[in-house]
């Protein structure tokens, strides 16, 4: 199954996520949460939607917000699971099937397949937006596409607001 995304959908999401960014008296914590709200809700195919943050001293990902079922791995070290891969590479990461994988860390049983798409704030990697699906071969580059264009809406709001996100 793939997605029903439309360019115009996409145009319609863009906005509602600038307008939640720029909500005033809510915590980073709530805006990013609220982004993965929509964006599982408005995607048959997103099951779970999170945002790890890294912390580039100690070499982790911390989860920071995410809509689905809640996962034990809030915390990833840098080169472990998909996640883990993407802290490093700072490449975007379409996984059609997870059992293919062998650097991949399970969250829920029922996940087939996954993207990861890192949030570069002047070329450095900050974090990431990671979509898992119940559904094998659920991303493409439309996903892909809205997900970076997600992450430059994020990365823009952080960077000029001097956001710092409280990884620890
Ligand atoms: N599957 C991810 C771990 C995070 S969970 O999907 C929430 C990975 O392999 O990095």
Known sequence: MRNNFSLESNQKLLYLISAFLEVENSSIETKLTEICVLLKKENKAYDWVGFYFSNHKRKTL???AFAGIPTDHITIPFGEG??????????????????????????DINVKSEIVVPILVNQTNIGQIDVDSNTINA??????????????????????????????
């Open 82 to 107: 998909i996640c883990g891969q993407v802290a490093v590479s700072n490449k975007n990461f379409v996984v059609d099937d997870v059992s293919d994988q062998e650097n991949y860390i399970a969250c």
């Open 139 to 168: 991303f493409n580059q439309k996903d892909v596409l809205l997900l970076e264009q997600v992450n430059n809406l994020v990365g823009n709001y952080i960077l000029s607001n001097n956001i710092s996100i409280n990884i620890s």
């Open 62 to 64: 911390h989860l920071k």
